[in-house]
Nanobody, 122 residues
């Protein structure tokens, strides 16, 4: 089992920044890939970014390229999502996920956090 706890969400004005954190515990060695997803009201959960636990590979959805950065601190078992130049359309609940495959499909991830709300005002 892997437990994931997100933090760092909040209300920010357009153009601002937030850094989300995802603290992992449990059998983290069994989860190779860490991902961030988001879900806006009335929409499906969508891929945002992913990183291997070693940090050697990263992957971004087009919506976040150039604005979002995923990183990890293995000593703290924590994955981060730095979000800059935020837009109102980035408003969503952001979820951290852990899995074993290098994919962007939510159903392929095995473990999920509870989510953290990000609201970007115009």
């Amino acid at each position: 089992q892997v437990q994931l706890v997100e933090s760092g969400g909040g209300l920010v004005q357009a153009g601002g920044s937030l850094r989300l954190s995802c603290a992992a515990s449990g059998r983290t060695f069994s989860s190779i890939v860490m991902g961030w997803f988001r879900q806006a009201p009335g929409k499906e959960r969508e891929f945002v970014a992913a990183i291997t636990w070693s940090g050697t590979r990263t992957w971004y959805a087009d919506s976040g390229k150039g604005r979002f950065t995923i990183s990890r601190d293995n000593a703290k078992n924590t994955v981060y999502l730095q979000m800059n130049s935020l837009k109102p359309e980035d408003t969503a609940v952001y979820y951290c996920a852990a899995g074993r495959r290098w994919v962007s499909v939510a159903d392929e991830y095995d473990y999920w956090g509870q989510g953290t709300q990000v609201t970007v005002s115009s």
